[in-house]
């Protein structure tokens, strides 16, 4: 019995140490990249997720600056975009860590503002990236406006489209922000044509995309377009088309994602709404230190969109290639 | 003598170690870790689990579980939140209506359970944590409710010099619980029911009922455990919880109680609490990537179910 016990407490403790030194060896990996400088800067960057190709690039970006800068950025994001309350943990352990700086995306703006106002009375620079929050000491916010850009898929769409035609919408999940936006933006640019929506939520999930388009095909034969809130979304929607032969609807995607892209190249989609996740990863990152050094920051930074169609794709998947081939 | 006490020692307090072990490897790893503000932190982080996972102890005493504790949450403080901030009532009966919420919920639950003869809680709380997201989501029109008054924030946001209120409100709610379960005649019935059903119904255990006040009991407390994610977050959003009860259910587990039912205590459940609270932020501040924290707390709930499993091939010996 004794000698049950004891392999018991060996075996935990094995396991337990040698968990900790593949995190830790993980987490030197991380950071031995970036230069070091005589007043290095540690920036704690808290994404929405760490696992998906939209937030790899906007890490490569952050990455980008920081090497330039000469800072240390370290990134947090919980397994699910749906995770808020985690999000709001991950800031209160950067502050615990001593980060010089914030930057920001959170999934739930509204859920975030308590937790930055104490980051902002420890005096720790916040910068918003990607989905604003309604936080008054802010940095600034960087991001797509994505009212804005959902309108420019709209209109792309709109000659294509006859008075009283249906579409189909395939969102995000409810209740999120960015994903309004971007459905409202979209109908409200199509609003003179009286088009019959029909929105779906499937929570940027592309297997649930698949399910929920061929349910709106079933019971919706005639509708002449699709607008997914994001690239996944729309992927899962083509897959869908071409289970029921009806590749010949048009189909929007949103994001930009690389997978998204070679949709367009191939014809599958018929254009994009790419944001300019690089982007907002590398000013995020230039901001914070903007601010460090004392320096004026613009309150509110567009990180621009782009249509991407069949004219414009080839340039496009160049560049997101190199900004992902970065990545370690 | 000596060794018997060691291992009765070991047998009792091995989640208490297995806390330890790993905080002071973590004080190691990291020197933010064992800091005033970051104990604090970890205080904060484990107390909407902490009250979610004692409500969870109880179901999983009587060899159920609940799965629709996440899903309460979310519903209850929608409910408070349409309550006090949409229909602008007093904050006090805000409060009130997410506990009610909760405890309703619960009731049904058990409800189910007994007076349906639903086969097993597994089954009938994967239903109605289905209905009660659905619920939140359509009452809210799937839009965060934000702007709660001060006294509905408390709980969730303030503290007392540097302790937290929410991990005062746990160490309260879990002694009582402590004295309810060891001490009266229902918390004693729910041990019985764990350890067999059949023979607590026959010895003229009142099964239906205690199973009832187990139910609406872990109901209760995902509405306080609510409460508390209202003040972090400052708002009541219908997809608050999600996925809440896979961390109380394993909280329960690391924490030493069987699924088998009957074996269990509440603070074992806190010592389960705490270290995946301590695991979280403890990898945070070492800046791992969340795929790998999911993967360790995966490892260390197979491992405390293993050592459950040792103690028990021991003990039938």
Redesign the interface.
């Given at each position: 019995?004794?000698m049950?016990?004891k392999k018991?407490?060996v075996?935990?403790?094995c396991?337990?140490?040698f968990?900790?030194a593949?995190?830790?060896s993980?987490?030197k990996d991380?950071?031995s990249e970036t230069k070091k400088s005589d007043e290095s800067y540690k920036f704690g960057v808290v994404l929405m997720?760490?696992?998906s190709e939209y937030w790899k690039i906007q890490m490569a970006g952050a990455k980008d600056a920081a090497e330039e800068l000469g800072v240390e950025v370290?990134?947090?994001?919980?397994?699910?975009e749906?995770?808020?309350?985690?999000q709001?943990?991950?800031v209160?352990?950067?502050?615990?860590?001593?980060a010089d700086a914030l930057i920001v995306a959170a999934s739930?703006p509204?859920?975030?503002?308590?937790?930055l106002k104490n980051a902002h009375t420890k005096k720790i620079p916040v910068v918003i990236a990607d989905a604003d929050v309604n936080f008054d000491d802010k940095v600034t916010f960087i991001g797509t406006e994505n009212y804005d850009a959902a309108k420019l898929g709209g209109e792309y769409l709109d000659e294509l489209l006859n008075a009283g035609d249906k579409v189909a919408i395939i969102r995000g999940?409810?209740?999120s922000k960015l994903h309004?936006e971007r459905t409202k933006g979209f109908q409200d640019v199509l609003k003179d044509k009286n088009i019959e929506f029909i929105v779906q939520?499937a929570q940027s999930d592309r297997v649930k995309a698949v399910n929920i388009m061929e349910n709106i095909l079933t019971s919706n034969p005639d509708i002449k377009a699709v607008f997914a809130t994001s690239d996944e979304m729309a992927l899962g929607a083509y897959t869908a088309l071409e289970n029921k032969k009806a590749t010949d609807i048009h189909l929007i995607g949103f994001d930009g994602t690389p997978d998204g892209l070679q949709a367009v190249q191939e014809g599958k989609m018929l254009a994009n709404v790419a944001q300019n996740p690089y982007q907002i990863g590398y000013q995020s990152v230039q901001s914070a230190y903007k601010a460090k050094k004392g320096e004026e920051v613009e309150k509110r930074i567009d990180s621009g969109v782009l249509v991407i169609t069949k004219d414009n794709v080839e340039e496009e998947i160049k560049k997101v290639n190199g900004y992902l081939n970065n990545m370690p | 003598m000596r060794?018997w006490s060691l291992?009765t020692a070991?047998n009792k307090f091995g989640p208490l170690f297995?806390l330890l072990?790993?905080s002071g490897?973590?004080a190691v790893?990291?020197p933010?870790f064992l800091?005033m503000?970051?104990l604090m932190?970890i205080a904060?982080?484990s107390s909407?689990n902490a009250l979610l996972a004692l409500g969870m102890l109880l179901p999983i005493l009587t060899a159920g579980i609940d799965l629709s504790v996440g899903s309460i949450l979310a519903v209850s403080i929608v409910v408070a939140g349409l309550v006090s901030v949409t229909w602008g009532m007093p904050p006090l009966i805000g409060l009130i209506v997410c506990l009610a919420v909760g405890a309703i919920a619960g009731l049904i639950n058990g409800l189910l359970l007994t007076k349906l003869r639903l086969p097993h809680p597994f089954i009938s709380t994967l239903g109605t944590m289905n209905v009660f997201r659905g619920l939140a989501?359509i009452l809210?029109?799937?839009?965060?409710i934000?702007g709660f008054s001060y006294l509905m924030n408390y709980a969730g946001?303030e503290s007392i010099g540097l302790i937290p209120i929410s991990f005062i409100l746990v160490l309260i709610v879990y002694v009582i619980f402590h004295i309810f379960l060891t001490r009266s005649s229902t918390g004693r019935y729910i041990y019985a029911i764990g350890g067999n059903k059949e023979a607590a119904r026959l010895s003229g255990i009142p099964v239906d009922r205690v199973l009832i006040i187990v139910y609406t009991l872990s109901g209760f407390m995902a509405a306080l455990g609510g409460l508390i994610?209202i003040g972090?977050?400052?708002?009541a959003?219908?997809?608050?919880g999600?996925?809440y009860e896979l961390d109380a259910i394993a909280a329960v587990i690391i924490g030493g109680a069987s699924f088998l039912g009957g074996v269990g205590t509440v603070w074992g459940t806190l010592i389960g609490v705490l270290i995946i609270a301590v695991l979280?932020?403890g990898?945070?501040?070492?800046?791992?990537?969340?795929?790998?924290q999911?993967?360790?707390i995966g490892?260390v709930i197979v491992?405390a179910v293993?050592?459950d499993v040792?103690r028990r091939k021991?003990g039938s010996k």
């Open positions: 019995m004794k049950i016990r018991i407490l075996l935990t403790l396991s337990v140490l968990l900790f593949a995190c830790n993980g987490e991380n950071t997720t760490l696992n370290s990134f947090l994001g919980p397994p699910e749906t995770q808020f309350e985690q709001v943990k991950m209160e352990d950067h502050i615990a860590t001593g739930q509204d859920a975030m503002v308590s937790v999940q409810s209740g309004d939520d | 060794k291992k070991l297995g072990g790993l490897i973590l790893l990291s933010s800091q503000d970051n932190n904060r982080q909407i989501l809210t029109g799937a839009s965060p934000f946001q994610l972090r977050t400052n708002s959003s219908p997809i608050a999600l996925t979280r932020n990898l945070n501040l070492l800046g791992t990537t969340s795929d790998l999911t993967i360790v490892a491992l293993y050592v040792l021991k």
